[in-house]
């Protein structure tokens, strides 16, 4: 293999490639369908699809169909530090000896009176299973890297993603008119007022959301940015964008400002605030890399605001009614009890953890009596400390330094490339997102979120190096 193979080119791959990508879009266009994928079956199915997927790249990379179209050891970091939490994980879950395992092995052993195989992880089934979504969202990671080399295959992969996003809000929208009583084939039995397409959560439904609406701003606003640098009278070039916009583009209007209603009406003070942070990230990354001059990044933060302000008028009452009132899905007193508890269970495990995907037995133990006993406190509300419970806190800090530096990577491609800078963008921007939520809600770890959100990190790092001469997988 060339290492114009192994760094990119520009062509758009074998027709075996071809195919994998559109299943890739496929798989990251239906994993919220069934409720967010967040139950057994579904996140199963998604697991399985993305492992399919892969071992059907490594097929045709073997047999010459396919090729590296980005080299490994250009991300020995990030890759290096998920594998070792992977490892860990793996090992949190397989037995050990009693003297090594967790307390809790050797106190069920004893009122059981006979010793049990112990392991690290409190439930070594759970600790398996969240393994088995973390490596399905990596395999999106990876497909996405190989597989969105392609200038073009990237643009499309952009415009995909907004208009997946734009689907979902569709159809939360409709649901919403309708009456706001159905999830998917379900009753609603939970934000009776707020929308959440085919999302259980609205917070976690409005991180998808604001993924989506950064996709479709970043394509909105480049069916208009050639426009704005020609030398034509004001009035003229004012025309000819607004013919653009309400025209030839009108697609791509309209997914923003599908997104950007879907998005006011979920009612999530956190997710809304996030999304408008990362959109602000989003323009200020475009300005900054030089895609955008300073007058040019002036008004097109303007016409977005614009939308965001007409979304406002048609769905904000909701939005405006939460802004006003101190009440939220979780009080304050209870996330402070919350945050404490899981602060003490971290405690008993500080290294090692209690096993990935274990929180809701180990919580239970440590759950206040203050906190209501009818509501299922199975999140933390705060993914890095949930993780650091987990995983343990040097796992949960290499977990989330690996991600760190993939955007960093976008970062730096913002100012490595002269060109196709738009994915990057998005990266930074989506990681602003999905880190600013984290602290206060557990959208992350809903699949279909993690899903689109390593699609969209696939997308920006192998985007984030130049195109090399030749051609690319």
């Known amino acids: 293999m060339s290492e114009n193979s192994a760094s990119g080119g520009t062509g758009s791959g074998s027709g075996t490639e071809r195919w994998l990508f559109r299943a890739l879009l496929a798989l990251v266009a239906l994993a919220p369908l069934p409720l967010a994928s967040n139950r057994p079956l579904p996140a199963a199915i998604l697991s399985l699809g993305a492992g399919l997927l892969l071992a059907l790249w490594a097929g045709a990379l073997l047999t010459g169909r396919a090729e590296m ?6 991300l020995r970091w990030p890759l290096g530090l998920f594998g070792a939490v992977a490892l860990w994980i793996l090992i949190q879950a397989l ?21 049990l195989r112990a392991s690290l992880s409190v439930d070594p089934q759970a600790t398996l299973s969240g393994l088995m979504r973390l490596l399905a969202y990596a395999a999106v990671f990876w497909l996405t890297l190989q597989l969105a080399r392609a200038p073009d295959r990237a643009r499309l992969a952009i415009a995909a993603a907004a208009l997946i996003g734009a689907a979902y809000a569709l159809y939360g929208i409709g649901v919403y008119l309708a009456g706001n009583d159905w999830v998917t084939i379900y009753r609603k039995w939970a934000y009776h007022r707020a929308l959440s397409s085919t999302f259980v959560n609205r917070n976690s439904y409005a991180t998808f959301a604001g993924l989506g609406l950064l996709c479709a701003t970043a394509w909105f606003v480049n069916s208009f940015r050639h426009l704005l640098g020609i030398k034509r009278p004001a009035a003229r070039k004012a025309a000819m964008i607004a013919e653009e916009i309400f025209s030839r583009s009108l697609l791509r209007t309209a997914c923003v400002l599908l997104l950007f209603i879907a998005l006011v009406l979920t009612g999530s003070r956190a997710g809304i605030a996030a999304s408008l942070i990362a959109l602000f990230v989003l323009m200020l990354t475009h300005a900054r890399s030089g895609s955008l001059r300073g007058g040019q990044a002036l008004f097109v933060a303007a016409l977005v605001a614009g939308i965001a302000l007409l979304a406002l008028s048609l769905g904000g009452g909701l939005l405006l009614e939460r802004l006003s009132s101190a009440g939220s899905d979780v009080s304050a007193d209870d996330r402070r009890a919350i ?10 495990a500080p290294w090692t953890g209690t096993g990935y995907g274990t929180y809701e037995q180990v919580f239970a133990a440590y759950r206040p009596e203050a906190l209501s006993s009818s509501v299922l406190w199975d999140k933390a509300h705060n993914v890095y400390l949930e993780n650091a419970l987990e995983l343990g806190v040097p796992a949960m800090a290499a977990l989330n330094l690996a991600i760190a530096l993939l955007a960093v990577e976008a970062l730096r491609g913002l100012w490595r490339r002269r060109r196709e800078r738009t994915a990057p963008a998005i990266g930074v921007a989506a990681t602003v997102l999905v880190g600013l939520h984290s602290f206060f809600d557990f959208s992350l770890q809903m699949p ?16 984030a190096w130049p195109q090399a001469r030749g051609r690319t997988g």
């Open 448 to 463: 279909a979120v993690a899903v689109f959100y390593a699609f969209l990190m696939g997308l920006a790092v192998t985007q």
């Open 95 to 115: 037995p050990l000896p009693p003297a090594w395992g967790d307390p809790v092995w050797r106190e069920a052993g004893a009122a059981l009176g006979e010793p």
């Open 339 to 348: 945050y404490g508890a899981t602060l003490d269970a971290i405690s008993s």
């Open 69 to 74: 179209a980005f080299a490994p050891r250009k």
